[in-house]
């Protein structure tokens, strides 16, 4: 059981730090200060850059970065995905890059304290798991919440709290007392008490 439990958390890990890297949600990216904005996403593993005069097709050149040439110009454009909420834009012959930052109000939770918090409390119940022999409940219920946390660490605020939610309502269904919280600092408790199959 052990076993299982390290795998499924290696899997869940290892798949979400790559989302983080190499996946980018659409949304809309701002120069500070807003007077350029433009919308972005990884798609068909290329990185899309909808601007409002045309649509650009970055290739993928190593790690988080792409490039685009522009034969008009004759110049090479790259992008580089810092994190899901930043692109660092950089061209050929210019020096200098252009930052923009996520602006579309679902900026994502991969770097900073809360992505901190949520890290070491993923690696908690994790260990937990990986440490119970005796009841396959509290193995459960322990990687649900180190899923749980994982996606507070990766995810939106909005598709962590969906996540928790769906964790609650598994283990509303399979526990002995569905009234008591093996994890709120997973899974809040307000999440908790109002997830039900409903």
């Not at 995905?81 to 930043?86: E, F, S, W």
Request: glycine share 6%.
């Amino acid at each position: 059981m052990r076993l299982l439990v390290a795998l499924v958390f290696t899997i869940l890990l290892g798949s979400t730090e790559f989302q983080a890297q190499n996946k980018l949600s659409r949304g809309t990216f701002s120069v500070e200060g807003g007077n350029y904005t433009l919308d972005a996403e990884i798609k068909n593993s290329k990185l899309y850059v909808y601007e409002p005069n045309r649509d650009t097709p970055y290739t993928h050149v190593s790690g988080t970065k792409y490039q685009y040439y522009h034969e008009g110009f004759k110049k090479t454009y790259y992008v580089e995905i810092v994190d899901p909420n930043t692109l660092y834009f950089t061209s050929s012959n210019v020096q200098g890059t252009t930052v923009l930052k996520r602006v579309d109000g679902q900026a994502l939770a991969t770097s900073g304290d809360r992505h901190d918090k949520y890290m070491e409390i993923a690696e908690k119940y994790q260990a937990l798991a990986s440490n119970k022999t005796d009841d396959d409940y509290e193995v459960q219920a322990y990687s649900f919440c180190a899923a749980s946390a994982l996606n507070g660490a990766m995810k939106t605020e909005k598709e962590y709290y969906e996540y928790a939610r769906q964790s609650a309502i598994v283990l509303k269904s399979i526990s002995v007392n569905p009234n008591k919280n093996p994890c709120s600092d997973a899974i809040p408790d307000s999440v908790w008490k109002s997830a039900s199959a409903n």
